[in-house]
Every structure is written in C-alpha cells, then in structure tokens.
C-alpha cells in the first residue's frame, strides 16, 4: 500500500540526519529520521516542507514543495508582524 505524508523539516542533527514531522490537518502525527542525502538539495532546510511517499510504513521518495514552504513562510511572518504591533502598542 502506497501512502503519502506532508512533513516540514523541523532540524538537521550533526549535519547528517534530518529530523521530520509529519503532520495531518496542521497538526504533528509522527516523527521520522532520514539521512540528509535523502532530502532534496534545495529543501535542506529548516522549515521546508515536503511529501513523503510511503509504502508500507517505509519512506520511499521524499518531494520539496517550495510553494508550500514559501507560504508557510509568508504566514509566520505575518502573525510575527502582528505580534511585534501588538507589544509596540503597549
């Protein structure tokens, strides 16, 4: 059986393991371990998101999705702002 996660790269440990979490509906279901060779070159960072396609519980490819880290990115920044408004006003 072929199955499919979204992960988003929560930190690389000894510059060789990387450290994922997956998440179903924005929330994290699980945490896997893969070497970092196995990340896509442009996704080797923190906060990057990528599709895992599994079988069997076994991670098969491993996708970046720039869009989506770039949007994840962008909405991060925002609530960042409106904090930093927040606390200036005060």
Known sequence: MTDSDTAVLD?????????LLCEADGTVVDERTLPVERLPEEGRHEGAV????????????????????????????ERFDRLANRLGEE
């Open 11 to 19: 930190r690389i440990v000894d510059g060789t393991t990387a450290v």
């Open 50 to 77: 990528f599709e895992l396609e599994l079988e069997d519980e076994t991670v098969r490819t491993v996708t970046y999705r720039p869009a989506e880290t770039a949007d994840r990115r962008a909405a991060m920044q």
